[in-house]
Structures are given as C-alpha cells and as structure tokens.
C-alpha cells in the first residue's frame, strides 16, 4: 500500500528533469530514482562520472521506450539543433549486445543532453518492445551516438531498470483502467 500512495504522489509532481523521486537508492557506482513523468514510467541511474543522469522510460499508455542523458550544462549540445530528431543513441550492455533508437536528438534547457526513442517506424513497428527486452539481459551499459561514447552506468542486478519500468507500467495501466 505504501508504494501504492508513493506512485500516486509522484504522479502529481512535475519535473524538468531527470525521473521524478519517488524512491532513490544510492551504492557504490549505483544510484537510482524512479518515478511518473507525464506518461510515463521513469527511472533515472547516476553515470559513472558521477554528473551525469542515464534516464529510462516506459510509456504506460503507448508503451513508447525512451532515454535521456542529461546534466546541468553540457557542451555537447552548444550549436545544436534541439528540434532535429536525427541522431538516434545506442545502448551496449555488458555482453556486448546493442540496440539503437529509431529516433534521437540534442535536449537544450535547465537539463543539456541527448535523448532516443525506440517508437517502430512502420518498417519497425516493435522497435520499443526490442529496446525493453534487451534492457531485462542488462547489469550496465554505454551510451553513444554517432559522435562515440557518451556516458556509461551501472544497471543494477541482471534486469533490474527494465523490470522496474514494466511493474511501475502495468500498475499505472491497472489504475487508468479502474477510473
């Protein structure tokens, strides 16, 4: 119950940047939160460096997969067209194994990063559901994007993100169906 009323009061909070606090746990080179953002299910892992924010998301109504990777001020976005959607980022994970978005681009504002969207192009329709289910294989991971590598960051247990955001998922769509 009491997780029950933590998604609840998450949900009516908004955020700019990374997930929303529900909940943080933090270890040594593995820190969380997680949380509701508009639709979606969030949660946001502290890179190794230390700055910066690896966030994950699930759509609980579209079940759109997503990431951003964001910090106070990051010069990689200086000069950038934030509206271009053209710079799709990889996930490597720790076997070796990627997957890629379909979508990307630069995120300017009180956050600076990149983000992707795993959303199927209709010669792609399951791209998100790939993108999740490579994520349930994961410990850690390096993002990159066409200009290299960008940040990696510890996962957790084997699955843990992405079980987190399927459970958080499921929840919200139970509660939008009991209204």
């Known amino acids: 119950m009491k997780n029950a009323m933590l998604l609840s009061v998450a ?3 908004l ?3 990374p997930a929303v606090s529900q909940e943080r746990q933090t270890l040594d080179d593995f820190s969380f939160s997680e949380g509701i953002k508009g639709s979606d299910c969030k ?4 890179a190794t460096d230390g700055e910066t924010w690896v966030d994950f998301g699930l759509g609980f109504s579209d079940t759109i997969f997503t990431l951003e990777v964001v910090r106070n001020r990051w010069e990689i976005v200086d000069g950038k067209d934030s509206d271009g959607q053209d710079m799709p980022l990889t996930l490597t994970f720790q076997d070796g194994s990627s997957t890629t978005s379909a979508y990307g681009g630069f995120r300017d504002g009180m956050y600076q990063g ?4 795993w959303h199927g192009t209709n010669d792609d329709p399951i791209a998100s559901q790939r993108g999740i289910e490579a994520l349930m294989q994961a410990t850690s991971a390096t993002v990159s994007n066409a200009d290299g590598d960008l ?5 957790g247990p084997t699955g843990f993100a992405a079980n987190k955001l399927v459970d958080c998922a499921l929840a919200e769509r139970d509660k939008l169906q009991g209204q």
Do not use: E, H, P, T
């Open 11 to 13: 949900a009516l909070m």
């Open 15 to 17: 955020a700019a940047g």
């Open 43 to 46: 949660i946001a892992f502290r």
């Open 114 to 117: 990149v983000w992707g969207q």
């Open 151 to 155: 940040v990696s960051v510890n996962l």
